[in-house]
């Protein structure tokens, strides 16, 4: 420690003294400063090279390498309900993985059991950040090796995209925009895109095919339909390897119960179906709001096809495992098989075992259309893949076991592991 002394009441000889206005520097004063100024400068070099001959400091991270025989995907909105799930099967399968989310709709407690279930240095990683945010986009891409993007973040309640359309536009859009942007420039080759029914619209044949005119009826499924466009845009003209994934309703839950559906309290009312089925069964709202019962349906409510989360994800995988440079890919996700509202509110109750679940059924909501379902046929022939979680009551009785044993959800973990 430097010892810089006391001050002094007293006045001692040789000291600095002001004459007129002036001041005359005591040379011993003035050698004294110039010592300790070259002593700290001595220590901070010192320093300096110490941490530059550490190889722990000095070791560059993992995820900005790209290592052979390591696979690194970037996953936005990977904190979500669809893409914590994505995120957890490209870990088993010896992905890494970064995730980035703003933590507007996902849940940083799902990010900790997937740090927990996977501790090992480079294998995943959470930046929190927004995507609209193109600095901050960019330096994610200029300090990491990514080999792949898998883009799941955007907001994705057709109701609420009614109300404030212009969120919608700028979420998943523009944002969309960015990523691509990004992965251009920094020479990301392959993007797999989740993309959704609803930029079909309301179709005059069923089921629905990847040659359907795409006519979206609500800002949601345009919002969607323009970032798909921009996406084959720019790819007529590039060697990027794409993926689209135009996917149903999405139900289920992580089947070894660690991870299940989370959505925040306040956006109940814009949530899907299995949401506010598992909350009236729990007594948080005091019975189910089924809004439409005059469609031109065999009992007139909406009729949906219903895709567990777990083969939603293995579709993701095999786009990835089949992605080529210059190719585009666009599937339909689906079972292939329609099931309305009132089936489905009858099968969650025989999953969650109370049958007394008030209905209450209302006017319909506004951007919903009357039936979509797919047909899965180009996603089977191509990519080998097809649905195996098709028994709705099954599929919602596994979200169940979540919901019961999560009743706060994923809480709010205070401590990240590193």
Aim: charged letters at 25%; aromatic letters at 8%; a positive charge.
């Amino acid at each position: 420690m430097l010892n810089l002394g006391r001050a002094r009441t007293q006045q001692r000889s040789g000291r600095s003294m002001s004459l007129g206005g002036l001041d005359y520097a005591d040379p011993k004063k003035k050698s004294n400063f110039v010592g300790k100024i070259l002593l700290v400068a001595t220590l901070t070099a010192l320093c300096v090279v110490l941490l530059k001959q550490s190889p722990t400091l000095m070791a560059p991270s993992p995820f900005a390498l790209h290592e052979p025989g390591v696979f690194h995907v970037l996953v936005t909105g990977g904190a979500g309900y669809i893409g914590s799930h994505a995120a957890l099967r490209l870990l088993k399968d010896s992905y890494r993985v970064t995730i980035v989310d703003n933590l507007s709709r996902g849940n940083l407690g799902a990010v900790k059991i997937l740090q927990d279930l996977f501790p090992e240095p480079g294998r995943l990683q959470f930046i929190y950040a927004d995507l609209g945010d193109a600095k901050s986009v960019d330096k994610i891409f200029s300090e990491n090796a990514f080999d792949a993007v898998m883009h799941f973040a955007a907001v994705a309640y057709v109701g609420e995209s009614t109300l404030n359309p212009l969120k919608y536009y700028h979420n998943i859009t523009s944002n969309t925009l960015v990523v691509l942007e990004r992965m251009v420039a920094h020479g990301v080759k392959t993007l797999i895109y989740s993309s959704t029914c609803a930029t079909y619209g309301e179709p005059d044949k069923m089921p629905i095919t990847e040659d359907t005119p795409q006519v979206p009826i609500n800002p949601y499924g345009k919002a969607k339909k323009m970032a798909e466009d921009i996406i084959l845009d720019f790819s007529k003209n590039s060697d990027m390897a794409v993926m689209i994934l135009r996917y149903f309703n999405v139900i289920g839950s992580d089947p070894e119960g660690r991870l299940g559906e989370a959505p925040r309290p306040e956006l109940r009312e814009h949530g899907r179906i299995s949401g506010a089925c598992f909350d009236a069964a729990r007594g948080i709202i005091p019975g189910l709001k089924v809004k439409g019962t005059d469609y031109s349906t065999p009992d007139g409510t909406c009729v949906r096809d219903y895709i567990d989360v777990t083969d939603l994800v293995d579709a993701h995988v095999k786009a990835l495992q089949k992605a080529e440079p210059r190719k585009v890919g666009i599937y339909n996700v689906g079972t292939g098989k329609g099931r309305s509202v009132k089936e489905f509110v009858e099968a969650c109750k025989k999953a969650t075992g109370v049958v007394n679940i008030k209905v209450e059924y209302l006017e319909r909501r506004p951007g919903d259309y009357a039936e979509v379902y797919s047909d899965p046929t180009k996603i089977w022939k191509e990519l080998n893949w097809t649905a195996k979680h098709t028994d709705l009551q099954e599929s919602l009785k596994t979200a169940w076991r979540w919901q019961k044993s999560h009743r706060n959800g994923y809480g709010n973990p205070l401590v990240m592991s590193a």
